[in-house]
């Protein structure tokens, strides 16, 4: 069984005192840490879902690696719409590929996983580019069945939310047009961006999205742009192997 912590949101700012619309993201990503320690069993690989920190800059990934090193277990991550391809390349979590792009396989436990990057600058929605599409459909194609998993920021489905699903994927349609012809080998699309939990299934395939480790966005139909629920922040725990997929939600109280 393959243990990952998917964690996402984080929003840290360059202040560990500054707050975010209220909430108080160091202590809260301190919080996550302490019940990451004390998982049972203990996750195997750690993947951010993107949106790590807000502005980043030299040396900022460097110190977030350094806060969940002593989980003492590989990460990567992925590029968010607040995230910095440049900045995140200087002091990457993993070892990436030469000019990277922000999109990458690896491999890890007997899985594949994929890596993809929907970031546009300067915008919230995000999009996978014709040669991002294309080079996903060839990593695909050599994959067995059952082994792979995808995790990137914005969601290919929609949340229900009006405001969220406006900043969403783009190019849905274009993803699924792809991933459905590889449905047997795909086990689950894991996402981020929404600050909530959902769980669907989209031609088959699993979908999940974590809570932000941060602050969670309301999940009313009719909410209004960055409203905010009481839930906790939280993370996502995947299980899985040869037959069994879980996702379970994990959230802690954050003491302040």
Same mark, same amino acid.
């Given at each position: 069984m393959l243990r990952i912590v998917h964690a996402a949101d984080l929003h840290l700012p360059k202040n560990r005192n500054e707050d975010l619309h209220g909430f108080k993201p160091y202590p809260s990503v301190k919080k996550g840490i302490e019940y990451l320690k004390r998982l049972t069993p203990g996750c195997d690989l750690i993947i951010f879902g993107g949106d790590i920190i807000r502005n980043p800059g030299n040396g900022d990934y460097r110190e977030v690696f350094s806060l969940f090193q002593e989980i003492n277990v590989p990460m990567h991550a992925v590029m968010g719409n607040h995230d910095d391809l440049q900045a995140y390349s200087d002091d990457p979590f993993s070892?990436?590929?030469?000019?990277?792009?922000?999109?990458?396989?690896?491999?890890?436990?007997?899985?594949?996983?994929?890596?993809?990057?929907?970031? !546009? &600058?300067?915008?919230?929605?995000?999009? %996978?580019?014709?040669?991002?599409? /294309? @080079?996903?459909?060839?990593?695909?194609?050599?994959?067995?069945?059952?082994?792979?998993?995808?995790?990137?920021?914005?969601?290919?489905?929609?949340?229900? !939310? &009006?405001?969220?699903?406006?900043?969403? %994927?783009?190019?849905?349609?274009? /993803? @699924?047009?792809?991933?459905?012809?590889?449905?047997?080998?795909?086990?689950?699309?894991?996402?981020?961006?929404?600050?909530?939990?959902?769980?669907s299934l989209y031609h088959g395939i699993p979908v999940a999205s974590c809570p932000s480790m941060c602050c969670q966005f309301s999940s009313a139909g009719d909410a209004y742009r960055a409203a905010f629920s009481s839930e906790q922040p939280g993370f996502n725990v995947i299980d899985v192997d040869e037959i069994n997929l879980r996702i379970c939600t994990c959230r802690y109280e954050t003491g302040y």
């Amino acid at each position: 069984m393959l243990r990952i912590v998917h964690a996402a949101d984080l929003h840290l700012p360059k202040n560990r005192n500054e707050d975010l619309h209220g909430f108080k993201p160091y202590p809260s990503v301190k919080k996550g840490i302490e019940y990451l320690k004390r998982l049972t069993p203990g996750c195997d690989l750690i993947i951010f879902g993107g949106d790590i920190i807000r502005n980043p800059g030299n040396g900022d990934y460097r110190e977030v690696f350094s806060l969940f090193q002593e989980i003492n277990v590989p990460m990567h991550a992925v590029m968010g719409n607040h995230d910095d391809l440049q900045a995140y390349s200087d002091d990457p979590f993993s070892e990436i590929p030469q000019n990277f792009q922000g999109y990458y396989r690896f491999q890890f436990h007997g899985f594949s996983c994929i890596i993809l990057n929907t970031k !546009v &600058p300067g915008e919230e929605s995000g999009f %996978l580019g014709s040669d991002q599409v /294309f @080079w996903m459909e060839n990593e695909l194609g050599d994959i067995p069945e059952g082994k792979c998993l995808i995790f990137m920021h914005h969601p290919p489905v929609p949340c229900g !939310v &009006p405001w969220l699903d406006k900043i969403s %994927l783009q190019n849905k349609e274009e /993803f @699924w047009s792809r991933a459905v012809r590889f449905r047997n080998k795909i086990r689950g699309v894991f996402v981020s961006h929404i600050h909530m939990q959902m769980t669907s299934l989209y031609h088959g395939i699993p979908v999940a999205s974590c809570p932000s480790m941060c602050c969670q966005f309301s999940s009313a139909g009719d909410a209004y742009r960055a409203a905010f629920s009481s839930e906790q922040p939280g993370f996502n725990v995947i299980d899985v192997d040869e037959i069994n997929l879980r996702i379970c939600t994990c959230r802690y109280e954050t003491g302040y």
